[in-house]
């Protein structure tokens, strides 16, 4: 039995490899060859680049953005053999080096 997982991206807009550089070519190449890997392997179920913020909807007093910053920018749906099966997955994905990797397991709602 596989579990499904919400990998969810987030960064601090100006943290790690910058547009235009030689490091940000280097790690679209290696989520280029990451997400092929995991496609190829069945693991991907969805993944999706978030352009910028959108609107939130919130009738809370609360502020919906984070304070520090950080900023969802894409997410990846996955299919694990546990939790511990996609937090290993998580961990390889480029932006676990400067920003945060989520690991969320789905519900059943089926």
Same mark, same amino acid.
């Given at each position: 039995?596989?579990?499904?997982?919400?990998?969810?991206?987030?960064?601090?807009?100006?943290?790690?490899?910058?547009?235009?550089?030689?490091?940000?070519?280097?790690?679209?190449?290696?989520?280029?060859?990451?997400? %092929?890997?995991?496609?190829?392997?069945?693991? *991907? /179920?969805?993944?999706?680049?978030?352009?910028?913020? $959108?609107? +939130?909807?919130?009738?809370?007093?609360?502020?919906?953005?984070?304070?520090?910053?950080?900023?969802?920018?894409?997410?990846?749906?996955?299919?694990? %053999?546990?939790?511990?099966?996609?937090?290993? *997955? /998580?961990?390889?994905?480029?932006?676990?080096?400067? $920003?945060? +990797?989520?690991?969320?397991?789905?519900?059943?709602?089926?």
């Amino acid at each position: 039995m596989t579990a499904t997982h919400l990998l969810i991206h987030r960064y601090v807009p100006g943290a790690g490899p910058q547009p235009g550089t030689p490091e940000h070519d280097d790690e679209m190449r290696r989520w280029g060859e990451l997400d %092929a890997r995991l496609r190829n392997e069945g693991v *991907i /179920a969805g993944s999706f680049a978030l352009q910028s913020r $959108g609107e +939130v909807i919130t009738e809370s007093a609360a502020s919906p953005w984070r304070e520090d910053g950080e900023v969802v920018f894409a997410a990846h749906a996955i299919t694990a %053999a546990d939790d511990a099966a996609a937090t290993a *997955i /998580a961990r390889d994905m480029p932006t676990a080096e400067y $920003g945060t +990797v989520e690991v969320r397991p789905l519900m059943d709602v089926g």
